[in-house]
C-alpha cells in the first residue's frame, strides 16, 4: 500500500548510509580490525548504468543506534573538509554519468575560443553567445532531418595578467551526420578565435575522461586563474537507470573484496555482472562507523574494450 511504501521509504532514509559516506577515508591495508560489521544490518548495492558504464557503490545499512553514531560524528568540525571534498566528488560523478547517458562514438567534443580583442563584454554575452551557437547548430541539423541536437557545456571565466578577462565554452553535442568542418566554421565565421572539433574514438571509460576535464579544478594554473565556471545541458538528456539491491553483496563477500582487491574483486565482480569487465575498484573503511564502502567502474563487454583517445586533425 502507499502508507506501507512511505513507512518503508522513513525508515530507509534513518538507515541509510549515503550521508555519511564522508567517514569513509581509511584504506583497510589487507585485514578489517574485529567489530568491522557491528551494528551492519546489510551491504547496500546501488547500480547505476550510463551508457557502457556501469557503475557500483555498496556501502552499509546501519541499525538506528550505528546510524544516530554516524549522523552525530558527522557533525563534528573534523569532518567538515571531508565533506566538501566528497560534494565536489559527487558532483564531477553527476556529470561524468550525465555525459557517458546519452553521447556515443560519433559524437563532437571542443573548447571555442574568442580573440584577445573580440571578448565578449561580460558574462552575460558570453552565454548568449554559446546559446545562439547552439542554436544555429540545432537549425542546421533540423535541414538535414537530424535528431534533435543533445549537448552539455560549460562557459570558463579566466584572468591572468598578461590577457586580462578571458572567455571559453568547453562543448560536447550530437555529432551524428555533421561534419567537423561545418560545425566549427558557424563559430569562426561568427566569433573568430578558435573551435578545433574532436569526434570520439573508444575508450576504456567512455567520455569520463572529457567529462573530468570539464570539472577540473584550475584555479591556479600557469599565468590565469579560472573565476567562475558553470556548466549547463539541454532538456532532453536522459538520466543514468539506478537501481537498488540489498542482497546482491553480502556482508562477508564485502569483507572478501576489502581484504583482498586484487585478488577477489575480479572474481567476485565477474559473478555479479557477467556481462561487464571490472576496471577500477576502491574500497573504504573508517575509523569513525562500522562498515566497508565499496565503489567500482565497469564496462559492458558486447561495447568493445581497449583504449584511445579523441581524434584529432
Wanted: net charge positive; hydrophobic share 30%.
Amino acid at each position: 500500500s502507499s502508507a506501507a511504501s512511505d513507512v518503508y521509504k522513513r525508515q530507509d532514509m534513518r538507515y541509510s548510509t549515503e550521508d555519511c559516506l564522508a567517514l569513509f577515508d581509511t584504506s583497510p591495508g589487507g585485514q578489517l580490525e574485529k567489530g568491522w560489521a557491528d551494528g551492519v544490518l546489510c551491504q547496500r548495492t546501488k547500480t547505476t548504468q550510463a551508457g557502457p558504464m556501469v557503475y557500483c557503490e555498496c556501502y552499509p545499512i546501519w541499525n538506528t543506534a550505528r546510524k544516530a553514531e554516524a549522523m552525530s560524528e558527522l557533525q563534528k568540525e573534523r569532518h567538515r573538509e571531508a565533506q566538501r571534498k566528497l560534494n565536489e566528488k559527487n558532483a564531477r560523478k553527476k556529470l561524468v554519468r550525465k555525459i557517458n547517458a546519452n553521447f556515443g562514438e560519433r559524437d563532437i567534443a571542443f573548447t571555442a575560443t574568442y580573440p584577445v580583442d573580440g571578448q565578449p563584454a561580460d558574462e552575460k554575452q558570453a552565454y548568449r553567445d554559446i546559446r545562439n551557437f547552439l542554436r544555429r547548430i540545432r537549425t542546421m541539423r533540423a535541414h538535414k532531418n537530424l535528431p534533435e541536437l543533445k549537448y552539455v557545456y560549460i562557459t570558463e571565466v579566466t584572468e591572468s595578467e598578461r590577457y586580462g578577462r578571458r572567455y571559453h565554452h568547453h562543448v560536447i553535442m550530437s555529432g551524428d551526420g555533421m561534419e567537423r568542418e561545418e560545425i566549427e566554421a558557424r563559430w569562426i565565421q561568427k566569433h573568430k578565435g578558435t573551435c578545433n572539433t574532436k569526434r570520439y574514438q573508444h575508450q576504456a571509460k567512455h567520455w569520463s575522461g572529457f567529462a573530468l576535464y570539464l570539472r577540473a579544478d584550475k584555479r591556479e594554473r600557469g599565468q590565469y586563474r579560472a573565476m567562475r565556471r558553470r556548466w549547463c545541458c539541454s532538456k532532453n538528456l536522459v538520466e543514468p537507470k539506478v537501481t537498488v539491491a540489498d542482497k546482491k553483496v553480502s556482508l562477508r563477500k564485502a569483507g572478501r573484496i576489502a581484504i583482498a582487491v586484487e585478488a577477489d574483486a575480479q572474481a567476485i565482480f565477474a559473478k555479479l555482472y557477467p556481462d561487464c569487465e571490472l576496471l577500477d575498484i576502491e574500497c573504504k573503511t573508517s575509523p569513525w562507523v562500522t562498515g566497508v564502502y565499496i565503489s567500482a567502474e565497469l564496462r559492458r563487454k558486447h561495447q568493445g574494450g581497449g583504449v584511445g583517445g579523441l581524434e584529432s586533425r
